[in-house]
């Protein structure tokens, strides 16, 4: 096996997302205008999708680490307008854009077009998030264009299924495949269910951090593997798992916490860089087998196939965002009444991506027991491809001046500010109070200076004392490194159990929390250091 085209892929590619951050270019555009460039170098090798590898290897960390970034409190906050985006918008996408496509391609098979229109239903907004969080859209926007990336997989790859079957001639029905999409929804899910509290277990009981960095690498292509062995949905158990591990997470270990951060970013980083290159990568192996497509005939299914795609989820999504309003008095009560501009964002966010370009390739080459050739195959990767492109340029390139030229209002940094000042004061109050019980303790006995710190730690760790060190407590046995760096655990518990409670209560939001833990984290691992 020749590893140096894997090697140079990676390689270029991350160098590639690194030199982005310094631009005001999206780095996933970047990566993509560069693989096509790359694409035509005389000795680049053919970097071909193999959806045996994207689907299970690549998708799962994916979405496992944009899972656990997310806050579960604000994806249920936000059900009604994920589920419309995720389940309801991907099906009404396979059906107009599969119609649209069987309408103007002559002798397409309708089931053959409703199969391209699966392939190009789930949005991508791995680069919609990233341009909405660099330009400060609201939450509310981000968490829904967050939520939709994570679930529309899901039910696109349902979708292609059930088409495909139906257009290879294995016999599919309605009735059969509104059946295999809730076996697929609701197997993903409880499978999830099933999965998540015994690995957060396993992840607590675990006590090198090595070996729970390990784990957590192993834990979406577990999840993903044994959901698609029951036939049920891979990415849907991924998900359940990932945010269920996610909102537990202050419950592992700190250096665990520590490690894992920094590995799921690199991860992150190595994947997203080199999916979006490969997606340039992709030119020469499409157009080789275009065939009698080529030309101004294959330019204008091209065209008319991307605008169907971007009016389509405009004529979801605002219906999507006000109907429910009209219909339930509930809604009308509880939320306020959104603009016209946040729909508008939405809906122009729908780039598509690698998903698309790895299920379009997995179409097969020919129909149910080898009866002729697939129905133009090789026109419906190049249409993929083209849409892929277009929505990653034109709508990639635009949102971001787009958002600014919306003028969205600004994040409320000073109360934001306040909330985490009174966030702390409540911690640290908490810490205190439980410092004060133990020192009460004559187990837990320490010498003056070190009691003085540990009351001072919540604003100032200090450097090292040296007065501490060599001392044993004679009741426990411990050595005052060790009663010190307990006491400094379980005030530092203390303010943990704190933090969440308050976001819990939603007082705080998951950003913040993983603020705030990350602050305790470091500071629990300097304490370990000082006394180490």
Not at 65 to 78: E, V
Not at 97 to 105: F, R
Not at 144 to 161: H, R, V
Request: hydrophobic share 50%; no cysteine.
């Amino acid at each position: 096996m020749d590893v140096m085209p894997l090697l140079l892929l990676v390689a270029g590619s991350a160098a590639i997302a690194a030199a982005g951050r310094r631009t005001p270019v999206p780095a996933p555009l970047l990566l993509v205008a560069a693989g096509l460039a790359v694409s035509y170098v005389p000795g680049v090798p053919d970097y071909t999708l193999d959806p045996h590898i994207v689907l299970p290897l690549l998708l799962p960390p994916l979405l496992h680490t944009a899972a656990t970034d997310s806050s579960y409190l604000d994806l249920r906050a936000q059900l009604r307008p994920v589920a419309l985006l995720s389940v309801g918008y991907v099906l009404f996408a396979t059906f107009v854009v599969g119609w649209a496509l069987y309408m103007i391609v002559p002798d397409l098979p309708l089931t053959a077009a409703l199969v391209f229109g699966a392939v190009v239903a789930p949005p991508d907004a791995v680069a919609a998030t990233a341009v909405a969080r660099r330009v400060g859209l609201p939450s509310r926007i981000t968490t829904i264009l967050q939520g939709e990336s994570l679930f529309n997989d899901a039910t696109a790859i349902t979708a292609y299924k059930v088409a495909l079957a139906a257009a290879v001639g294995e016999g599919a029905t309605w009735a059969g495949g509104i059946g295999e999409f809730l076996v697929a929804a609701i197997g993903g899910v409880g499978i999830g269910l099933v999965l998540m509290a015994p690995l957060h277990w396993l992840r607590t009981r675990v006590e090198e951090a090595l070996l729970q960095n390990t784990l957590s690498l192993l834990i979406p292509f577990a999840a993903y593997a044994v959901a698609e062995q029951v036939h049920a949905s891979g990415v849907l158990a991924v998900v359940v798992v990932a945010l269920y591990l996610g909102h537990r997470a202050w419950e592992v270990d700190f250096a665990t916490r520590l490690q894992e951060e920094a590995v799921w970013k690199m991860v992150a980083f190595v994947l997203e860089s080199a999916v979006f290159a490969l997606i340039g990568l992709q030119l020469p192996v499409v157009l080789r087998g275009l065939g009698e497509y080529e030309g101004a005939v294959a330019a204008r299914y091209a065209i008319i196939v991307f605008l169907v795609v971007v009016a389509a989820r405009f004529v979801w999504v605002y219906p999507a965002t006000y109907l429910p309003r009209v219909l339930s008095a509930r809604i009308r009560a509880r939320e306020e009444d959104p603009t016209w501009k946040g729909p508008f964002v939405i809906g122009w966010a729908g780039m598509r991506g690698v998903v698309s370009l790895a299920i379009a390739f997995s179409i097969p080459l020919t129909l149910h027991g080898g009866e002729g050739a697939f129905p133009q195959r090789n026109l419906l990767l190049f249409l993929t491809f083209t849409t892929v492109i277009g929505t990653l340029v034109v709508q990639g390139v635009t949102l971001p001046p787009l958002i600014r030229l919306l003028k969205f209002p600004t994040r409320d940094t000073q109360s934001e500010t306040l909330a985490e000042a009174n966030a702390q004061a409540q911690a640290s109050r908490a810490a205190e109070q439980r410092l004060e019980e133990l020192l009460s303790d004559e187990r837990n006995a320490l010498p003056a200076p070190l009691a003085d710190r540990l009351r001072t730690v919540l604003e100032r760790r200090r450097n090292a004392v040296w007065e501490r060190l060599g001392q044993v407590n004679p009741i426990t046995g411990e050595t005052v490194d060790d009663t010190y760096r307990r006491l400094s655990r379980e005030m530092i518990s203390a303010e943990r159990t704190v933090f969440v409670k308050l976001r819990d209560g939603r007082y705080i939001d998951d950003e913040m929390l993983r603020t705030l833990l990350r602050r305790l984290d470091l500071e629990e691992a300097a304490a370990y250091r000082e006394t180490a």
